[in-house]
Nanobody, 124 residues
Framework: QVQLIESGGGLVQAGDSLRLSCAASGGTISNYAMAWFRQAPGKEREFVAAITWSGGSKSYLKAVKGRFTISRDDAKNTVYLQMNSLKPEDTAVYYC?????????????????WGQGTQVTVSS
C-alpha cells in the first residue's frame, strides 16, 4: 500500500513562492506517474500538474503554466511542485496523487493513491 505525505504548504503573500513536497512510502514511484491536484472551498478538485514515470513529459493547468514546475526525484521517492508568483486564486488544499498506469492523466479518477493534502493560502 503506497502512502503519500505532502508538506510545504503555508500562508504567503501574492507574488511569493512555495515548494510542495510529496514523499511516498510503501512502494517506489520510479515507474509511475505523479500529479498534483487542488481543491478550493466550494469547488471541485482540479488538476494542476502531472509528470510521467520517466519525467519526460509534464503537463500543467493553463492557469499555472509558466509559474509552477513539477519535478521528481526517484532516488528520494519524492515529487515536488515549485510554485512561483503565487496568486490569491491559487489558494486551495493541494493533493499529490500516484498513477500506476504511468500516463500522467489530468483526470482525478485515473489516480490510485492520494495524499492527505496540504493547505496553501495566498493573501492579496
Amino acid at each position: 500500500q503506497v502512502q503519500l505525505i505532502e508538506s510545504g504548504g503555508g500562508l504567503v503573500q501574492a507574488g511569493d513562492s512555495l515548494r510542495l513536497s510529496c514523499a511516498a512510502s510503501g512502494g517506489t514511484i520510479s515507474n509511475y506517474a505523479m500529479a498534483w491536484f487542488r481543491q478550493a472551498p466550494g469547488k471541485e478538485r482540479e488538476f494542476v500538474a502531472a509528470i510521467t514515470w520517466s519525467g519526460g513529459s509534464k503537463s500543467y493547468l493553463k492557469a499555472v503554466k509558466g509559474r509552477f514546475t513539477i519535478s521528481r526525484d526517484d532516488a528520494k521517492n519524492t515529487v515536488y511542485l515549485q510554485m512561483n508568483s503565487l496568486k490569491p486564486e491559487d489558494t486551495a488544499v493541494y493533493y499529490c496523487a500516484f498513477e500506476t498506469r504511468g500516463t500522467g492523466s489530468s483526470w482525478w479518477g485515473a489516480y490510485d493513491y492520494w495524499g492527505q493534502g496540504t493547505q496553501v493560502t495566498v493573501s492579496s
